[in-house]
C-alpha cells in the first residue's frame, strides 16, 4: 500500500482505520532498506505531531516498531525532543520507542527519558514510564531497583505499581510503603 493510501487512513476519524494504517506502516517498516526506513520514520513522526496516532494502543504497538526500531543504531535526540512536548501522544511515543532499545539490553536512554517524565501529570505517561522500568527490570533487576532507589521521591504511585509488577509479594509491599 502507498504511503498516500496509509496517510488516508490515518487521517480518518474512525479510531480502526488508524489502527490499520498503522499496522500496514508497520509492515511496510520491516520490509524496508534503510532509506526507505527514514521515509517512514519521519512519516510517523509528522503524523504523531498531527495527533493521528493519538491513542494509548495506537502508540503502544507503533512506537517501539517504528521509531524505536529505525533509531537502534542511530542517536536519539529525537526522542529527548518528543519527551518534551506539550503533545501526550508524542511524550509517550518518547517513552515506549524505549523498548526497542530494552530489548537489546540497552537502558540509558530509556532511564534518562523516564527521569525526564517522572514529574508529568498524565497516567497515561506514568503507565507508560512504569511499563518501561518493568520490562528493563525483566533483563536486569539490579538496573531497575537503582532506578527506583535513586528517584523514589519522584516516582508517581501508578509507575511504581507497574513497575514493580513483578517483585514477589513482600517486596512489593515493601517497595509501597517506601521501605527501599
Known amino acids: 500500500m502507498s504511503i498516500e493510501k496509509i496517510q488516508e487512513l490515518l487521517d480518518s476519524e474512525i479510531h480502526e482505520k488508524r489502527l490499520i494504517g498503522l499496522l500496514i506502516l508497520i509492515e511496510k517498516f520491516k520490509k524496508a532498506d534503510d532509506s526507505e526506513r527514514k521515509e517512514i520514520f519521519d512519516f510517523y513522526l509528522k503524523n504523531a505531531s498531527r495527533s493521528r496516532i493519538n491513542n494509548w494502543d495506537l502508540v503502544d504497538l507503533s512506537a517501539y516498531q517504528i521509531v524505536g526500531g529505525y533509531l537502534l543504531d542511530k542517536p536519539r535526540d529525537v526522542l529527548y525532543k518528543l519527551a518534551e512536548s506539550d503533545n501526550l501522544w508524542e511524550k509517550r511515543i518518547a517513552v515506549i520507542s524505549c523498548f526497542a ?72 509491599k515493601g517497595w509501597l510503603r517506601g521501605e527501599v
Open 101 to 172: 532499545f530494552i530489548r537489546e539490553n540497552d537502558f540509558n536512554d530509556c532511564l534518562r527519558i523516564n527521569k525526564i517524565l517522572l514529574k508529568d501529570n498524565h497516567d497515561l505517561i506514568h503507565k507508560a514510564v512504569g511499563w518501561m522500568l518493568r520490562e528493563i527490570g525483566k533483563k536486569n533487576v539490579l538496573v531497575l531497583k537503582d532506578f527506583l532507589k535513586e528517584n523514589y521521591s519522584d516516582i508517581p504511585r501508578t509507575a511504581l505499581r507497574y513497575s514493580i509488577e513483578k517483585f514477589d509479594g513482600e517486596e512489593r
